[in-house]
C-alpha cells in the first residue's frame, strides 16, 4: 500500500512558480509511475503529467507542457511539480497518484490533493 501526502500549494500570481510535492511512504517506488492531475472548480478530473520512478521518463499535458516539470528524489520517495509561468486556467486542486507501470495504469493510490490558485 502507498500513502501519499501533497504539500506546498498556494496562492500566486499569473506569471509566477510554485512547486508543490508529494511524499509517499508505505513502500518502495521502484517499478511504480507517479502522476499529477488536477481538477478545476466544474470541471472533471485531468491528467497534468508523469515520471516513471525507475526510468526517470515524464510525461506531460500539452496545456502544460514547457511550463511545468516533474522530478523525483529517491533518498525522500518524494516526488515534485514545479509549476512555472502559472496562469489563472492553472487554478484547480492538484492530486498526486501512483500506479503499477504497466500499461494500463491503474492509479488506485491518490493523495488527499492540494489548492494551487493563481489569480489574474
Known amino acids: 500500500q502507498v500513502q501519499l501526502v501533497e504539500s506546498g500549494g498556494g496562492l500566486v500570481q499569473a506569471g509566477g512558480s510554485l512547486r508543490v510535492s508529494c511524499a509517499a511512504s508505505?513502500?518502495?517506488?521502484?517499478?511504480?509511475?507517479l502522476a499529477w492531475f488536477r481538477q478545476a472548480p466544474g470541471k472533471e478530473r485531468e491528467f497534468v503529467g508523469a515520471i516513471s520512478w525507475s526510468g526517470g521518463y515524464t510525461y506531460y499535458a500539452e496545456s502544460v507542457k514547457g511550463r511545468f516539470t516533474i522530478s523525483g528524489d529517491n533518498a525522500k520517495n518524494t516526488v515534485y511539480l514545479q509549476m512555472n509561468s502559472l496562469k489563472p486556467e492553472d487554478t484547480a486542486v492538484y492530486y498526486c497518484?501512483?500506479?503499477?507501470?504497466?500499461?494500463?495504469?491503474?492509479?488506485?493510490?491518490w493523495g488527499h490533493g492540494i489548492q494551487v490558485t493563481v489569480s489574474s
Open positions: 508505505g513502500r518502495t517506488l521502484r517499478g511504480y509511475r
Open positions: 497518484a501512483a500506479a503499477v507501470n504497466t500499461y494500463p495504469y491503474d492509479y488506485r493510490h
